[in-house]
T-cell receptor
Framework: DTGVSQDPRHKITKRGQNVTFRCDPI?????LYWYRQTLGQGPEFLTY????????KSRLLSDRFSAERPKGSFSTLEIQRTEQGDSAMYLC?????????????FGPGTRLTVL | DAKTTQPTSMDCAEGRAANLPCNHS???????VYWYRQIHSQGPQYIIH???NNETNEMASLIITEDRKSSTLILPHATLRDTAVYYC???????????????FGKGTLLTVNP
């Protein structure tokens, strides 16, 4: 499978714990995006990387959230001191970053439940 | 990015064409129309996109009106597996600006019935 992969697919944690999610983009895709989706809503943009540089962060990304893409390949999203409001599906997408348009392809998501 | 308006839900009989409308009256000249769909508990799946000409691929056809203020996604022969939430999104082209953010609305829940 050469699509975007995410790990884990599901995570259950207790309030106050730290969690980390991983995203592996499509090979040779320069851009990587993180979105969050809560029940009944469409995905909301969190942050975006061009290679290893984080170029945009949404106001939704509080200080407890940090994302990295150290070598311009895979990315991690860490949430510190989780809260019940962090329960959501966390989606990763990647795109080539070239041409007239730049289609984003999404992974299957990581569903986080904070108890 | 321009805002889009879609019906909350639609039904379609299996084997028939599903026509999903989208209004984007404030679209600007360098914004593309993208369609994604999301089957329950999965990530969004890219379907098709276009600027001003009609487009067709193996999944669907996209019809954009001449004034570009609305579009229709057509699934020619809907199957039960096409039941999903369909999102219409307008987004700046790479040359027109930073195409880094997709703004999703609530989309249209298409239910294909046997």
């Amino acid at each position: 499978d050469t699509g975007v992969s995410q790990d884990p697919r599901h995570k259950i944690t207790k309030r106050g714990q730290n969690v980390t999610f991983r995203c592996d983009p499509i090979s040779e895709h320069n851009r990587l995006y993180w979105y969050r989706q809560t029940l009944g809503q469409g995905p909301e943009f969190l942050t975006y990387f061009q290679n290893e540089a984080q170029l945009e962060k949404s106001r939704l990304l509080s200080d407890r959230f940090s994302a990295e893409r150290p070598k311009g390949s895979f990315s991690t999203l860490e949430i510190q001191r989780t809260e019940q409001g962090d329960s959501a599906m966390y989606l990763c997408a990647s795109s080539l970053g070239m041409g007239h348009t730049d289609t984003q392809y999404f992974g299957p998501g990581t569903r986080l439940t904070v108890l | 990015d321009a805002k889009t308006t879609q019906p909350t839900s639609m039904d379609c009989a299996e084997g028939r064409a599903a026509n999903l409308p989208c209004n984007h009256s404030t679209i600007s000249g360098n914004e593309y129309v993208y369609w994604y769909r999301q089957i329950h508990s999965q990530g969004p799946q890219y379907i098709i996109h276009g600027l001003k000409n009609n487009e067709t691929n193996e999944m669907a056809s996209l019809i954009i009106t001449e004034d570009r203020k609305s579009s229709t996604l057509i699934l020619p022969h809907a199957t039960l597996r096409d039941t999903a939430v369909y999102y219409c999104i307008v987004s700046l082209s790479l040359r027109g600006g930073s195409n880094y953010k997709l703004t999703f609305g609530k989309g249209t829940l298409l239910t294909v019935n046997p």
